[in-house]
């Protein structure tokens, strides 16, 4: 079935260091939306992106959609305490509207 | 807060018991979906409700049965439930079902089934 692969599952990162999540689909993506789960909650929106080789920013977050539309990727500069939390990529499919989550990556900040 | 409402927040019931937990939205939108996350597993969507009619249904056990009375609520009756679906159970809504719409969650219900 359709799927979309994300890596990688965890990242142990020092405070100040960069971490990356990626998504990969099998099939072509109408869009690709980023979600943000903190320990004990719940996902939240963080940003949705349309267009082939599509680039956004939100302050340190980069989100980037691949030009084939079937990947995608964000990236977090400089990791401060408040990133702690899982990070899901969701992707919409254009045959039947339905969106298909990655697995989630873990952000973990070293102490 | 996020204008989608779930109870109860945490819930234990035995396998031969009958519950249900509840989502209320606030916010207008028409879709509102159910979603299973389990641990180290991607989010399942388990219904999905545009305009008050059930869309899709992927797949789910008979022992889970959703009921939409009107766009702002949405139950899950749950009946004769299996260990394995201790989870944590996530309303959604959305402006409306596919393209370009963000999904508003709530806080979730932890499920244990013992």
């Known amino acids: 079935g359709q799927q979309v692969m994300q890596i990688p599952q965890y990242q142990h990162v020092q405070e100040g260091e960069d971490f990356t999540t990626y998504c990969n689909s099998s099939t072509t993506l109408s869009n690709i939306q980023w979600y943000k789960q903190r320990p004990g909650g719940h996902p939240v929106f963080l940003i949705q992106?349309?267009?082939s080789g599509e680039v956004k920013k939100q302050k340190r977050l980069t989100f980037q959609f691949g030009e084939a539309k079937k990947n995608s990727s964000l990236h977090i500069t400089a990791t401060q305490t408040t990133d702690v939390g899982t990070y899901f990529c969701?992707?919409?499919?254009?045959?039947?509207?339905?969106?298909?989550w990655g697995a989630g990556t873990k952000l973990i900040i070293k102490p | 807060e996020t204008g989608v409402t779930q109870t109860p927040r945490h819930l234990v019931m035995g396998m031969t018991n009958k519950k249900s937990l509840k989502c209320e939205q606030h916010l207008g939108h028409n879709a509102m979906y159910w979603y299973k996350q389990s641990a180290k597993k991607p989010l399942e969507l388990m219904f999905v409700y545009s305009l008050e009619e059930r869309v899709e249904n992927n797949s789910v056990p008979s022992r889970f049965s959703p009921e939409c009375p009107n766009s702002s609520h949405l139950f899950l009756h749950l009946h004769t439930l299996q260990p394995e679906d201790s989870a944590l159970y996530l309303c959604a809504s959305s402006q409306q079902r596919g393209l370009g719409t963000e999904a508003f969650f709530g806080q979730g219900t932890r499920l244990t089934v013992v």
């Open positions: 969701a992707g919409l499919m254009d045959s039947n509207y339905q969106l298909i």
């Open positions: 992106l349309v267009k």
